[in-house]
Every structure is written in C-alpha cells, then in structure tokens.
T-cell receptor
Framework: EDQVTQSPEALRLQEGESSSLNCSYT??????LFWYRQDPGKGPEFLFT???AGEEKEKERLKATLTKKESFLHITAPKPEDSATYLC????????????FGQGTTLQVKP | NAGVMQNPRHLVRRRGQEARLRCSPM?????VYWYRQLPEEGLKFMVY????????ESGMPKERFSAEFPKEGPSILRIQQVVRGDSAAYFC????????????FGPGTRLTVT
C-alpha cells in the first residue's frame, strides 16, 4: 500500500536556526514526489517536484532532496514568514494522477 | 494569470440538504482533481477527471457523492443529503494534460453541516 509519513509533526525554530523536515515514502515505482506549503485557511501551494534519487531542487531558503526511501526539506536561516505547514506527497501507483499526502509538518519560526 | 478558482469559499448546509462545490481549473489545464481535508487529518484524494470523463474515483464515498467535469463550465462536486461528517475543506487541483504534471490547488471550499 502506498504510504507517506512525515516527521516531526511540529517544529519550533528561532529565526536563523536551520533544520530539516523528513518525508518517508512507500510506493511501487516512484513517479514523482511533491512538496507543498499550506498556510492556515488556504490551499496548498506547490514548491517542488523530485523524480529520481539524488535529485535536488532549491528555492530561496528551501532545498528539497530525494533518496530511494525518503525526502528532506532543508530550511536554511528561516524567517517568521516561513511559518506554515509543509506537506509531502507522492503520486500513487498505477496509471493514476492521484497524490497521496503525508500528515504534514507544522513549522513555527519565532523572531 | 488566474489560478484555480473555487466557489463558494464557505458553504453552510443543514443535514439532508445538497451541497454543490464548483472548480474552474487554471487556464490551459484540462485535468481536475478533488481532495478532502477533514479536521486534524491530511488531504485525501477523492476523484480525478478530464473533460467529460472520470479517470479515477477510487477515493469517492460509494454513496451520496458524485463529480463531473462537463465540456463547458466548471467541475462540480455534488454531495447529496449531507451529514455532519461531511464537514471539511474540499480542495480542487488542476494540471495540464497528462497525469505526470504537478497539481496546482485552489483556495478550497469550507463546508459546514449543521
């Protein structure tokens, strides 16, 4: 069964304190791993897509990496505006477009 | 460049009424997906549609729920005879032709059943 597990559930950082969020996945034949950011009361905002082990993508203070079993979202020198819930998802097995989401990591960055 | 549009943003229904949620995909996108986010739970896939065609409805409850994406107009998620357990945020996403592309989400419709 396809599955995505994110850790930790919640993370509190001081402004400037770098850290990483983890996403472990089980899927038969990875066809894409996706990172989204979700602010309270809003829809998920697309951040990155990764397709193969060793791939890395960067955007401002965020960097996503991928191995055969997990993905990391590294946050370098975070700012309070980075506070949000970060969601990881994989495309389901078979010929389907459905995404399977983890429960998310809620990040709070204090000034 | 308008993103995915959903309306209404908030919908209140009494138990037993019908709820209709609408989704207009991004310009140039022909694939639509519906997801549900229950309180304190993650996003769960419901249905995947192309114009006039349901591709995957494996996440749809067997009863009371239906979805369509007509040739003209928005995609509609319809919930008949709503119950309190249907209270949730319903998100629509769209992608270009081909399920390999990333999905872009709308702002969601928050359904409250009283």
């Amino acid at each position: 069964e396809d599955q995505v597990t994110q850790s930790p559930e919640a993370l509190r950082l001081q402004e400037g304190e770098s850290s990483s969020l983890n996403c472990s996945y089980t899927v038969s034949g990875l066809r894409g791993l996706f990172w989204y950011r979700q602010d309270p009361g809003k829809g998920p905002e697309f951040l990155f897509t990764l397709y193969s082990a060793g791939e890395e993508k960067e955007k401002e203070r965020l960097k996503a990496t991928l191995t055969k079993k997990e993905s990391f979202l590294h946050i370098t020198a975070p700012k309070p505006e980075d506070s949000a819930t970060y969601l990881c998802a994989v495309r389901g097995s078979g010929n389907t477009g459905k995404l399977i989401f983890g429960q998310g990591t809620t990040l709070q960055v204090k000034p | 460049n308008a993103g995915v549009m959903q309306n209404p943003r908030h919908l209140v229904r009494r138990r037993g009424q019908e709820a209709r949620l609408r989704c207009s995909p991004m310009k140039g996108h022909s694939h639509v997906y519906w997801y549900r986010q229950l309180p304190e739970e993650g996003l769960k896939f419901m249905v995947y549609l192309q114009k006039e065609n349901i591709i995957d409805e494996s996440g749809m409850p067997k009863e009371r729920f239906s979805a369509e994406f007509p040739k003209e107009g928005p995609s509609i998620l319809r919930i008949q005879q709503v119950v309190r357990g249907d209270s949730a945020a319903y998100f629509c996403a769209s992608s270009p032709a081909g399920s390999r592309y990333e999905q872009y989400f709308g702002p969601g419709t928050r359904l409250t059943v009283t």
